[in-house]
């Protein structure tokens, strides 16, 4: 089991920054990557960045703006977010992607889930 909680979500002021957390705890070492996505009020869940190793991929609404990091030895995940607009207002959210690389780990990592969530926080960027 993978076990996610973020932080660092609240109430800004456009233009403001903020940065999201991710904690990772449990079978941390079958994370291949880390997203995160946000959710608008009644909208659909939207990928806003991801990183697998030293990849990064960001959606175009953020390029520029957000970036996002991870520190595998602390088993966490960052979104800096810079430049905020009030259109970021949503709940966001990191999922670990589960991966089963051949190795010693194959066969803990390969009884996982495919991914985990966590459970959100919320950020309202006011105009």
């Known amino acids: 089991q993978v076990h996610l909680v973020e932080s660092g979500g609240g109430m800004v002021q456009a233009g403001d920054s903020l940065r999201l957390s991710c904690e990772a705890s449990?079978?941390?070492?079958?994370?291949?990557?880390m997203v995160w996505y946000r959710q608008p009020l009644g909208e659909d869940r939207q990928l806003v960045a991801a990183?697998?190793?030293?990849?990064?991929y960001y959606v175009d609404s953020v390029k520029g703006r957000f970036t996002i990091a991870r520190d595998s030895d602390r088993n966490m995940a960052y979104l800096q977010m810079t430049s905020l607009i009030p259109e970021d207002t949503a709940v966001y959210y990191c999922?670990?992607?589960?991966?089963?690389?051949?190795?010693?780990?194959?066969?803990?990592?390969?009884?996982?889930?495919?991914?985990?969530w966590g459970q959100g926080t919320q950020v309202t960027v006011s105009s």
């Open positions: 999922k670990a992607d589960i991966r089963a690389s051949p190795g010693p780990m194959y066969t803990t990592c390969n009884r996982l889930a495919r991914d985990y």
């Open positions: 449990g079978d941390t070492m079958c994370i291949n990557s």
């Open positions: 990183i697998t190793g030293d990849i990064e």
